[in-house]
């Protein structure tokens, strides 16, 4: 028996009859021999750090847009708040870590520069539209390691597709978009905590609200310090969890309603704040132009070979912007449409 067989087998005594196993894994879309030190999961998890989408994430605006402080969320940095979160909760319901981990990591590699003021652009030129969740299952199977992929686990991939959750149910009664492990419902429950969280904190650190703007109810359900937020939240869904034991994700109600009037105060007085809106307004602006122009022009990219014959403009226009950072964008922006002083 090799490593990887003792913890598959550790799996099977250790975790809940819940838990996602790694020896019962659905496979990948292509089969490969199975290593002999780490799960399905524990290699998934590892080629999604070493990939060039997960560095990138680094220069991709979470809310605000070109900080000038150190300590404003990243993408990046919300990337690894959402793991941390959801491999606590994992850890306390005895879930799969490494499938939770997994996925947290790589639930936001195709989100585009300029946060979702990118998206939109976007989704609205691109003829088959554009959502971030799917470009990140893109990036996944084929953008990565020039059109191969990184060869994903099925469940890996599924909980990447059915994170997003949008401004609707925190935890819907409708389970038809929600993944098929408790897993990958965990990180998206994990990515609102987490946006929840660290939006409010660099929203207070950006003056954009003051602590006094908070709506009372949610300081008193929630806590009035950014960890007894988080710690409200976490405790409400693995205690309300564990309880029911059903094999379903729960919340408090008031708990889920004080974290659904939070995410409203922050669309309402931050995402949507004159000081973050208006700069928006100016990269919808540079990306709409970026877009127009590779449509008709040679694109920058060593991955023009990838794409099978037949693939349109759009696409690839798509693939390439969707893959920037921020700097990059902007950069490219201004080599291409800002006029330079004449040197004689």
């Known amino acids: ?13 250790v975790l809940s009859p819940y838990a996602a196993r790694a020896a019962r894994s659905r496979g990948r879309l292509r089969p490969e021999p199975e290593c002999t030190l780490r799960t399905c999961y524990q290699r998934d998890r590892d080629r999604i750090i070493h990939s060039k989408a997960f560095r990138r994430l680094k220069h991709k605006t979470q809310v605000f847009l070109s900080p000038g402080g150190d300590h404003y969320r990243t993408r990046l940095t919300h990337t690894l708040e959402v793991a941390q979160i959801a491999r606590s909760m994992a850890r306390a319901l005895r879930l799969n870590e490494d499938l939770t981990e997994a996925i947290a990591l790589a639930h936001d590699l195709g989100h585009t520069p300029f946060g979702h003021a990118g998206e939109a652009v976007l989704n609205e030129l691109h003829p088959e539209g554009f959502r971030h969740y799917e470009q990140s299952l893109r990036v996944v199977d084929f953008l990565e390691k020039d059109g191969q992929g990184l060869n994903l686990t099925y469940e890996v991939r599924e909980g990447i597709l059915k994170h997003s959750k949008g401004k609707g149910p925190i935890l819907p009664k409708e389970t038809s978009d929600l993944a098929q492990t408790l897993e990958g419902q965990l990180v998206r429950v994990a990515d609102i905590i987490a946006y929840l969280n660290h939006d409010l904190d660099d929203a ?84 709409r132009e970026l877009y127009l122009y590779f449509l008709e022009n040679e694109i920058p990219w060593e991955k023009g070979h990838i794409y099978p014959p037949g693939t349109s403009r759009h696409r690839m226009v798509c693939d390439f912007l969707a ?22």
């Open 323 to 344: 893959g920037m950072t921020d700097r990059y964008a902007l950069s490219l922006y201004e080599k291409l449409f800002i006029p330079r002083p004449w040197v004689t």
């Open 204 to 287: 207070l650190r950006g003056g954009v609200i003051k602590p006094e703007d908070i709506p009372s109810e949610c300081q008193r359900i929630l806590g009035e310090r950014h960890a007894q937020r988080i710690n409200t939240m976490v405790r409400s869904l693995v205690l309300s969890t564990l309880k029911a034991d059903d094999g379903h994700l729960h919340l408090e109600e008031e708990v889920m309603g004080a974290m659904e009037r939070l995410r409203d105060f922050l669309f309402e007085r931050v995402y949507e704040a004159p000081i973050v809106h208006d700069e928006f307004k100016k990269a919808r602006k540079i990306l």
């Open 1 to 13: 028996m090799n490593i990887r067989e003792r913890l598959e087998r550790l799996e099977e005594e």
